[in-house]
């Protein structure tokens, strides 16, 4: 198994465009998780889906951010427009079901984001 | 609701030094709990886990974790420290909802000296 594959490892935008992340999970995982990461605040929940439907959003800071899961095997976070304060490491990870027991999570190698 | 406290933002110690990374979680039913390891420009990776098969847990690279349900406590050990230990640890509980949610700790640095 490949793990959590997300792209690009790193980005570099500027100011006002939109931007992209990409991450597959790993096959069979029903829950999929967006996270962000910076060293004011540390790991943040952003998102998850379960079974590509999202069942929390709650973490999104704004507006200009947005997710989808239009299958199993590919989700994206977007931010339109970005400001630089989005700069940080955005996570993707995923799991099997809790209730069949809690296995914790597969996280990828993150999504290092700067906005200039 | 869940939380989980990690005790020192940052923890320093010699190379083959013992390592004791504090973890206190506050949950009204016995929890499901994590060690999370993050090297460097890397993702998280799970360390080990406490389902409630056994109270002493050991993970990889020689790393245990003892829950202790009177002290609410899951504190990380390593008898000797190596150079390739330093990194982010983090402690996670998991939400009780059983939709699979962890809620992660701060994170304590681990820092290595030769």
């Known amino acids: 198994d490949a793990g959590v594959i997300q792209s690009p490892r790193h980005e570099v935008t500027e100011m006002g465009q939109e931007v992209t992340l990409r991450c597959k999970p790993i096959s069979g995982h029903d829950y999929l998780f967006w996270y962000r990461q910076t060293m004011m605040r540390g790991l943040e929940l952003l998102i998850y889906f379960n079974n590509n439907v999202p069942i929390d959003d709650s973490g999104m800071p704004e507006d200009r951010f947005s997710a989808k899961m239009p299958n199993a095997s590919f989700s994206t976070l977007k931010i339109q427009p970005s400001e630089p304060r989005d700069s940080a490491v955005y996570f993707c990870a995923s799991s099997l079901d809790a209730r069949q027991g809690n296995y914790g999570y597969t996280f990828g190698s993150g999504t290092r984001l700067t906005v200039v | 609701a869940q939380s989980v406290t990690q005790l020192g933002s940052h923890v320093s110690v010699s190379e083959g030094a013992l390592v004791l990374l504090r973890c206190n979680y506050s949950s009204s039913v016995p929890p499901y709990l994590f060690w999370y390891v993050q090297y460097p420009n890397q993702g998280l990776q799970l360390l080990l886990k406490?389902?409630?098969?056994?109270?002493l847990v050991k993970g990889i690279n020689g790393f245990e974790a003892e829950f202790k349900k009177s002290e609410t406590s899951f504190h990380l050990t390593k008898p000797s420290a190596h150079m390739s230990d330093a990194a982010e640890y983090f402690c996670?509980?998991?939400?009780?909802?059983?939709?699979?949610?962890?809620?992660f700790g701060q994170g304590t640095t681990l820092q290595v000296k030769p």
């Open positions: 406490y389902t409630s098969a056994a109270t």
């Open positions: 996670v509980v998991s939400d009780l909802s059983n939709t699979g949610k962890l809620i």
